[in-house]
């Protein structure tokens, strides 16, 4: 009988508000070390926090999202535990009764789609940050994190490989940033997660697990649940047993390895947050939140394959981001041809910006000049091949399309006596070829084309030369 493995993730979302969950400390990424507390984020007797109510209404927000209940009583606790980055020797958290309660979230793997549950999300403030990376024999602490707000979104154990788990955290990491609640930059320790796995007999109870942790990247996350897959398998087939614990991967290693025994919830010691009284929100609040929802993704890669017509690819490439899709959009209404807007959106223009390091939101150039470039290809002023150059050229210089073209005198040449001359040029250059075609070797026609093209350099009609090449071979 085969092992199946069981998955579930606890992922931490930094909530993108300029101020922590429970004072006013900014939330900037990259200050000096320990510039951005005070005595409330760091617990210091006789301070009071107050909550965020920003943060309060972007955790709604991912709860609506995901089509989960909403609370409209919540509490926050105390969740006890000593660990360098939290000198105050608690986090504060909600446990029994969170804000956001029995949601979902749908994934594609191989063609095949699946509802991973998500058991909760609860609202909670992050632990400083411990700094190792360039000491030696000492550590240090960067407080500066914490009190940020996060939501950590707790899934069931509805995954069976490190595939289902990465679309899953995809998906997720898609939907936060369409929402606006979170910027999700894995390399800032935005979006992060620890996973739950074990493994099983298909048909017995699941096994017992362990938590990999502060998991940052969706490759390592896959590369760190299929070694731990493949180490318990390996582990009971000898004879051993797995233990609950906490394991970190070693990622320039590619293994795990055991960092603490797994703490249960009551090692915790929860209690209710004595400074804090129950969350509570009203309804009208809540449709209030939900009105202002913006077009989810999976509606969205709906719409662009309805309303323009786009391929299931095409609608999921341009949909990674709301920035994106907004491009595109601008794009067909600067050119109205969503298809070639697509192609040249997702093949070329994307395919620039990401050998440049860049997102969308800092293209060198906007959607309506580069629709007045696919203008300059519908027109027959240029062909798609001297459009490539162009574009390069406006990546490089911001310039727009009309402006290389005319400076590099790239106008497409659409004078058939020009091209005519062009032609009997090739063929006159060429009389042995020109015998073979005659003699049945179609195959020719390209090279022909080619020596056109290439004697225009690049400019003449592709078009013309092809009518014009047939009508001439067959005359002269």
């Not at 793997?109 to 190792?132: F, N, P, Q, W």
């Not at 341009?318 to 994106?324: D, F, G, T, V």
Request: charged share 25%; aromatic share 6%; with cysteine.
């Amino acid at each position: 009988m085969s092992w199946e493995a069981v998955i579930g993730l606890e992922v931490h979302v930094q909530i993108n508000s300029k101020t922590k969950a429970f004072c006013g400390c900014s939330t900037a990424f990259g200050a000096e070390p320990n510039t951005q507390v005070c005595p409330v984020c760091l617990g210091m007797p006789g301070q009071l926090p107050v909550l965020n109510s920003e943060a309060v209404q972007k955790t709604v927000l991912t709860g609506l999202a995901i089509e989960a209940t909403i609370n409209l009583e919540s509490r926050f606790d105390r969740k006890n535990y000593f660990y360098p980055d939290l000198p105050k020797g608690y986090q504060i958290t909600q446990f029994p009764l969170p804000l956001v309660e029995h949601g979902h979230l749908d994934i594609c793997v191989d063609g095949r789609e699946k509802r991973i549950g998500i058991t909760r999300i609860h609202l909670e403030e992050d632990a400083g940050k411990s700094m190792h990376e360039g000491l030696e024999g000492v550590s240090h602490i960067d407080l500066n994190r914490s009190g940020v707000p996060l939501m950590e979104i707790v899934s069931e154990p509805d995954m069976r490989s490190a595939d289902e788990a990465v679309a899953y955290l995809k998906q997720l990491h898609q939907l936060v940033r369409f929402l606006g609640v979170s910027d999700a930059d894995m390399e800032k320790g935005q979006f992060r997660c620890d996973a739950n796995v074990s493994v099983h007999r298909p048909g017995t109870p699941f096994g017992t697990r362990a938590e990999l942790k502060n998991l940052n990247s969706f490759r390592f996350i896959k590369q760190a649940i299929d070694y731990e897959i493949h180490r318990q398998i390996e582990l009971i087939e000898d004879g051993g047993r797995v233990v609950q614990e906490t394991r970190l991967f070693d990622s320039s290693a590619g293994v795990s390895r055991s960092m603490r025994g797994k703490e249960e919830a009551h090692d915790y010691r929860y209690f209710p947050e004595p400074d804090l009284p129950p969350l509570r929100i009203t309804a009208d609040e809540v449709e209030r939140i939900r009105a202002a929802m913006p077009e989810l993704p999976a509606a969205l890669r709906a719409r662009f394959e309805q309303e323009y017509g786009l391929s299931a690819y095409d609608a999921d490439v341009l949909s990674q981001s709301r920035e994106l899709a907004d491009y595109f959009e601008a794009l067909v209404a600067a050119h109205a041809d969503p298809k070639r807007c697509a192609n040249w959106l997702a093949n070329e223009l994307l395919g620039r910006l990401n050998e440049r390091g860049s997102e969308i939101t800092a293209s060198p150039v906007s959607a309506q000049a580069l629709g007045a470039l696919l203008d300059r290809i519908a027109d027959g002023t240029i062909s798609g091949k001297i459009a490539k150059d162009v574009l390069d050229a406006m990546v490089e210089s911001g310039d727009s399309a009309d402006a290389i073209i005319e400076a590099r005198g790239l106008k497409q040449v659409s004078d058939s006596d020009a091209i005519d001359a062009m032609i009997r040029r090739v063929l006159a250059d060429h009389p042995e070829e020109v015998a073979a075609w005659r003699g049945g070797k179609e195959r020719l026609f390209g090279f022909f084309v080619g020596q056109v093209m290439k004697a225009s350099r690049g400019k003449a009609n592709p078009a013309l030369v092809n009518q014009r090449l047939r009508q001439l071979l067959r005359k002269e």
